[in-house]
């Protein structure tokens, strides 16, 4: 493939919904598609250019696949970040309630463009739902909310605090994130009631929630795609808690290579 004049890698990141507030005064009225600054910020540092990828609303289903093509052709990496559920009935169950219903628009988008990219060959990383999602695109399934569906689990989200929820985390002895990270234990942000159940063929487990022995980080046997549960763009401003770069610094590397 012909590299393009420019030396930075584009590293594409799939929109989040910011919904809007109809009692809200000025543009918070209305819905924003884009990404957390922590996660832009985390691209730039890597040395890269982060480029946010809003998914269409409404469109054909066919529509909808062409745009995400396009997409993934016009990038070097991606990032799948945090957000709404990913909809039960990809993984074969039915909501079990009205809100864990997931987004469809959002889902197409992302599947097209994760099935993409990954055929490309060029890195992907998923976060929160990215790694939910990843999991879902190699066949495998979720826990709706791991509060009803898995016995023994550990409150995994607290949105009160938010980016302050955390818990340990522990990593694969010689796998790709315990050597990126130069450990094999840390602290993470967790921000999640999705989880992984059964984990997807062609996909390796990378980490585990030290409290309840859920699946937090997974890679791909072949070609490097990986999903972390946690949010490493959330974890700048806490030096207790995993390093935020590697991860981002890998994609980069990868993706330049």
């Known amino acids: 493939m012909t590299r393009r004049p420019e030396t930075a890698v584009r590293v ?65 990496a991606l990032i799948v970040q945090g957000g709404a559920d990913v909809a039960p009935e990809l993984f074969g169950e039915k909501p079990l309630r009205p809100e864990w219903a997931g987004d ?14 990954l055929a490309q060959g060029k890195p992907v990383l998923g976060i929160c739902r990215g790694c939910q999602l990843l999991n879902v695109v190699f066949g495998g399934s979720l826990h709706q909310d791991l509060s009803l569906q898995r016995e023994g689990s550990i409150v995994h989200s607290n949105p009160v605090v938010y980016e302050a929820h955390t818990h340990a985390v522990r990593l694969a002895s010689g796998g790709l994130v315990a050597t990126l990270h130069g450990r094999e234990r840390g602290d993470v942000a967790s921000a999640h009631h999705q989880g992984i159940a ?23 046997d072949a070609g490097w795609a990986v999903g972390v549960q946690w949010h490493p763009e959330l974890h700048a401003d806490d030096a207790a808690l995993l390093d935020r770069l590697p991860l981002f610094a890998a994609l980069v590397a990868r993706a330049a290579a």
Do not use: F, M, Q
């Open 12 to 76: 594409g990141i799939t929109a989040r919904l910011a919904r809007g507030d109809a009692h809200a005064l000025g543009a918070r009225r209305k819905d924003l598609l884009g990404a957390e600054s922590g996660l832009v910020n985390s691209v730039c540092e890597a040395g890269a250019l982060p480029l946010v990828l809003p998914w269409p609303r409404g469109l054909d289903a066919a529509v909808a696949r062409h745009r995400a093509h396009a997409a993934a052709d016009a990038i070097d």
């Open 104 to 117: 469809a628009d959002r889902d197409r988008y992302e599947i097209a463009l994760v099935e993409r990219v």
């Open 198 to 220: 059964r984990l997807g063929a062609g996909l390796v487990a990378e980490a585990w929630c030290v409290d309840d022995d859920l699946i937090e980080a997974v890679r791909t």
